[in-house]
């Protein structure tokens, strides 16, 4: 069975351009995270979907950070414009469920390392 | 945030030593998990602990929870030099089950 695809696998941009990400979780994961880490860091939440509903996306900055999940299935992770500081690492993962009494891993795709110049 | 803290930050050990990594973390927990990332590569999941279970080993990992003192530990037994990578804890808490990382490990296991 296919892990979590992401694609692209590196992308450098100039400031104040668009960039997209794309993310294929595996199938029937009904969760599906968006992380970015930082060069030495720990990955940090973005936003967590929970089939087609964004259930958590507090620390997502939506000023020019937008995400969807189209039939709960692929999702997409936008931003526009970007700047220096948005350069990181941007991992998908996907779980089956996140419901506590049933806790389950999370699958992490390679991630696309982004470079903004 | 990152609620868990993970220590040493950085861990050199000869092969065929055990090492031993903690975490730290401030809130309940309903799970707390432990996670292995090679340079350049996405995270792989090792180990699963829940809040009502206090050691569960896996091959040559162990890991331990102690939720009166809010921490765990990751014990590796007879390192391997294909142990080298960093090593992250994620903490799943609340209500919503929102995963989140530390800072992570950077074990080095010389040949």
């Known amino acids: 069975e296919a892990g979590v695809v992401q694609s692209p696998r590196y992308k450098i941009i100039e400031k104040k351009q668009p960039v997209a990400f794309w993310c294929n979780p595996i199938?029937?994961?009904?969760?599906l995270y968006w992380y970015r880490q930082n060069l030495g860091q720990g990955p940090e939440l973005l936003i967590r979907?929970?089939?087609?509903?964004?259930?958590?996306d507090s620390q997502l900055p939506k000023d020019r950070f937008s995400a969807e999940r189209l039939k709960g299935v692929d999702s997409t992770l936008k931003i526009q414009p970007a700047e220096l500081g948005d350069s990181a690492v941007y991992l998908c993962?996907?779980?089956?469920?996140?419901?506590?009494?049933?806790?389950?891993?999370?699958?992490f795709g390679q991630g696309t390392r982004l470079t903004v110049v | 945030s990152q609620q868990g803290e993970e220590d040493p930050q950085a861990l050199s050990i000869q092969e065929g030593e055990n090492a031993t990594m903690n975490c730290s973390y401030k809130?309940?927990?309903?799970?707390l998990q432990w996670y292995r990332q090679n340079s350049g590569r996405g995270l792989v999941h090792l180990i699963l602990?829940?809040?009502?279970?206090r050691e569960k080993h896996s091959g040559r990992l162990r890991v331990t929870l102690d939720t009166s003192k809010k921490s765990s530990s990751l014990l590796i037994t007879a390192s391997r030099a294909a142990d080298t990578a960093s090593y992250f804890c994620?903490?799943?808490?609340?209500?919503?089950?929102?995963?989140?990382f530390g800072k992570g490990i950077t074990l080095s296991v010389r040949p």
């Open positions: 979907y929970e089939n087609e509903e964004a259930v958590d």
């Open positions: 809130t309940s927990i309903n799970n």
């Open positions: 993962a996907s779980s089956s469920t996140w419901w506590a009494r049933n806790p389950s891993e999370a699958f």
């Open positions: 602990i829940r809040s009502n279970e």
């Open positions: 994620a903490t799943d808490a609340g209500a919503n089950s929102k995963l989140t």
């Open positions: 199938s029937g994961h009904n969760t």
